[in-house]
């Protein structure tokens, strides 16, 4: 493997379950977003720290949004807190109650394993109220009833991973867990918990009635539930590396980040597949055994949060480059399919650190700083995004309208020579648009990206290395649409 996840020094991501309602698709690319919480005001105004307003971790955690009451949870390090009705909520509001911890201004590591205590990543909140905690720390999950309405440090009900509450063993088999990064229950009642340091996520099937420390049911990622030692990372249909996060669709597609390989694996019909399964599709890479990154439509670099919407809508946090993918229709895309839409950047090439059209700004309403965790609000359809290094929560889409132009670019190539003697080739050709083509880049094998010269007539000087060389190109448009890549292979001679 090659690293083990520990916290605080970790990311992961839920998905509540998903109820009928908006679409989060018309969502404009770049968009600012509409909420924050953990902090005053998008430029950083300041909360303080360890408080019901501002976030005491290093990395800000998952987020929740309950269908009935709308109640918004926050994952905090060492605590999870419950704000109010989410359609209610102003900036920098402060939370009306703490899970994990005493009060709001203290958030201690817990020395000894109990039910009260945790180091909460992922986070689910399912149609009965409940609110399901990956706890890191103690290697278990917990399981926290009538979340909406308890008070301050309540009790956990049921515990998985261990057979007690004061237990803390790593394990490896149906019954353990090794850091566990994500939570998500699904509408038919199955568990499905994301153990990345066994590279594996287990299957829990009739939850609501499992005893403490009970078997799960299946294993992905590994061929049986019995290894010893953790199992291995591998790059293949069927094998995982840091498995981080899940998302469960509503026709039961389960999605899984599998951050070390830089991709998100589909596996349809997940629940009737057998021990050890290959995957079905790959998002980020256009086969199962390439793991490169890049910044560009078809490519990711270190996945992180995932989150599934009713209406198959797929939302990506791609942490280093600095931004959120949408991949729409996600349950029937082909192997390495361009992402549809793009928030934290202006395009589908560009990975700046708080990004913005808003002035030179550390903090802002358009850019983000390592995005970890997200969570589609269908009822609304917005996107609650964990802005993690901002130490904050954004709020983005709440019915803004979409884009009218959200058809690609055509771009042609001119007649070019295949074979050549000359180190320096000049390739050119059009590109158009029902609106602007903003620009034309290109890619000389594994070469960094460049940008041609012109947009609607565009060229440039290939630059060729001795034998077979690979060029790509593409077209941007001024609303972010991207053209189909064209390549073309010239060889020198």
Known sequence: MKSKLFFPSLVAVLLA??????????????????????????????????SARGFSNTLTGDVAVDPTTRKVFVADGFRVLRFANADALTNGADAEAVFGQGNFTISTSPSTPNEFRFSALGICLDGKGRLWVADISNKRV??????????????????????????????????GMSGPTDVVVDSADRLWVADPNNNRVLRFDNISIKPNGASADAVLGQSTLSTVGGGPDGLSQSAMDLPYSLAVSSG??????????????????????PNGAGASAVLGQAQFNTETTDVIA?????????????????????????RVLRFDEASTKANGAPADGVLGQPDF???????????????????????????????????WVSDSQNKRVLRFGNGITPPSDTIR???????????????????????????????????????????????????FNAKLKRGANKITIHATDAAGNVSLTKTIKITLQ
Do not use: H, M
Not at 299 to 317: E, F, H, Q, R
Not at 349 to 365: D, P, V
């Open 17 to 50: 379950c998903p109820a009928i309602g908006q679409s989060t698709r018309s969502i404009p690319n770049f968009t600012a977003a509409n909420l924050v919480l953990g902090d005053n005001d998008f430029r950083g105004g300041g909360s303080g720290e360890t």
């Open 142 to 175: 917990l399981r926290f009833d009538n979340a909406n309405t308890s008070g301050n440090f309540p009790a956990a009900a049921r515990v998985y991973g261990q057979q007690t509450f004061t237990a803390n063993t790593a394990g490896f088999d149906a019954k």
């Open 252 to 273: 039961g597609a389960l999605f899984v980040a599998d951050r070390d390989n830089n991709r998100i694996l589909r596996f349809t019909n997940a629940a009737a597949l």
């Open 349 to 383: 090439f560009t990975n700046l650190q708080n990004n913005n059209t808003q002035g030179e700004f550390a903090q802002n309403s358009q850019g983000l700083l390592f995005p970890e965790y997200l969570f589609v609000d269908d009822a609304k359809g917005e996107l």
């Open 409 to 459: 670019p055509e771009l042609t190539v001119a007649k070019y020579p295949k074979t050549t003697q000359s180190g320096r080739v000049k390739i050119k050709g059009s590109a158009s648009d029902d609106g602007i083509v903003s620009r034309v880049q290109y890619r000389i094998g594994k070469s960094a990206l460049a940008t041609a010269s012109g947009t609607t007539l565009w060229s």
């Open 298 to 322: 078809t490519k990711l670099n270190v996945p992180s949060g995932i989150s599934i919407s009713a209406d198959d809508t797929l939302w990506v946090a791609d942490r280093y480059n600095q």
